[in-house]
Structure formats: C-alpha cells, structure tokens
C-alpha cells in the first residue's frame, strides 16, 4: 500500500466548474496535509496546508481533512484554464518527512 | 526576498561520472530537503539537514550523500551514476524540521540527464 495514493487522472473539467481532487493516507499518526500546484516542467508550488479535521477555504481553493478516513480532498472552485497543472498531495507525520502522492492531472476545458 | 535557489539547472552526465547539485535556502530558513522526482511520479524524499545536521534519510543508495554548511545552504552528491538517476532534484526549504510549520518551498531543480 502506497503511503499516500492519488488518482492519476486526466481528470478533465469545463472552466467554471468545481475541480475535486482526492487523497488518502496510510500514516494514523499524520499530522500536516499539504497540496502543491506543478505546472508542466516547473517545481512545485505550495497551494494549501490543513491541520485540523474539517475544510479551510483560500479563495477559489477548499481543502478538507478528515483524519477518521485518512482523507484529504481539494476542491477548486470556478475553474480556469490556469488551473490545469498536476496537483500533489503531501503528507507530515511530525517528523522530518513529508510524503508526496503520485499527483493528479487537472485540465479545464476553455 | 530571493526564493530558494538551485545550481545548476540542466546538467548532462555519463555513467559512472559523480556529480555535486547545490541549493540555497530562503533566507531565515533552517531545514533543506532534497528530493528527486522522475517523470510522471511525485517528488521522492532523499534527505533532510536541520541545523547542519541530518534529521532524516529517505530508501536511496549509499552513492547519494549531502551535507549542510554553516550558512544552511547545502550539497547533494551522486557517485557512479546510473542511467535511473536521470531526474528532476528538488531542493525545498521549510523554517522547521518539519511538523506543523514543515510547509516546503521549492527551488527550480537540477535537471540530471545521465547517458
């Protein structure tokens, strides 16, 4: 079992939809849930962070956490094609590790 | 402020050759970490220094080895590479060892291409 699963996509959105991107976690003892935005050929970038169970809004961007099923889902509202990138869960347990997913490919369709 | 930094960006290498990537991190920050990220797969934890010390080490072979100096910018070392060490390095700072401020901050990364 992989420490931290995403789906790999494509997962295809019209602009102005909500994209919904999910993660799940195999580490009880996490602590620190991260998605990073990777456009094509460029680093990642740090989007959100979440610590405690239940949603954090920034703007058009919602992450949600729920701990009890190792859970962790972004969502992007009013979608633009500048949001189609791939998007990387991350996950702490504390210590001096973070774990990446595989990522998953976001694209809006203009 | 300058973001953290990597040198350098592409670099093309033979088998068996070493190679030394460098990175310096955002100013205040203490911890860097190194990753490597292939084609097609998230970013693979290498190593962590925090405090010019080396708090964590990742399933990697004992050819990758870093260090971190004084003015917590650091090195990643690659001996006798291999054609699967062509990737993307990441270098990420973060003002902690990690926990609950352990949100990272990547440079643009080394591109290694080994033939």
Redesign the interface.
């Known amino acids: 079992q992989k420490e931290?699963e995403q789906n790999s996509g494509p997962l295809s959105v019209p602009e102005g939809a909500i994209a919904s991107l999910n993660c799940t976690y195999s580490d009880r003892g996490s602590?620190?849930f991260?998605w990073y935005r990777q456009y094509s050929g460029?680093?990642?970038?740090?989007i959100m962070?979440i610590?405690s169970n239940g949603d954090k809004e920034d703007g058009r961007f919602t992450a949600q956490l729920n701990k009890a099923s190792q859970y962790v889902s972004l969502l992007i509202r009013d979608s633009q094609p500048s949001d189609s990138a791939t998007y990387?869960c991350?996950v702490?347990a504390?210590?001096?590790?973070?774990?990446?997913?595989?990522?998953t490919r976001l694209f809006v369709k203009a | 402020d300058a973001g953290v930094t990597q040198s350098p960006t592409h670099l093309i290498k033979t088998r068996g050759q070493h190679v030394t990537l460098r990175c310096s991190p955002i100013s205040g920050h203490k911890s860097v970490s190194w990753y490597q990220q292939v084609l097609g797969q998230g970013p693979q934890f290498i190593f962590q220094y925090y405090e010019k010390e080396e708090r964590g080490r990742g399933n990697f072979p004992d050819r990758f080895s870093a260090r971190q100096f004084p003015n917590y910018s650091s090195e990643l070392n690659v001996n006798a590479l291999l054609l699967g060490d062509s990737a993307l390095y990441l270098c990420a700072s973060s003002l902690s060892a990690g926990g609950s401020t352990g949100e990272l901050f990547f440079g643009e990364g080394s591109r290694l291409t080994v033939l």
């Open positions: 931290v602590q620190s991260f460029k680093s990642p970038e740090l962070f610590y990387l991350a702490n504390g210590g001096f590790k973070t774990i990446f997913g595989a990522g």
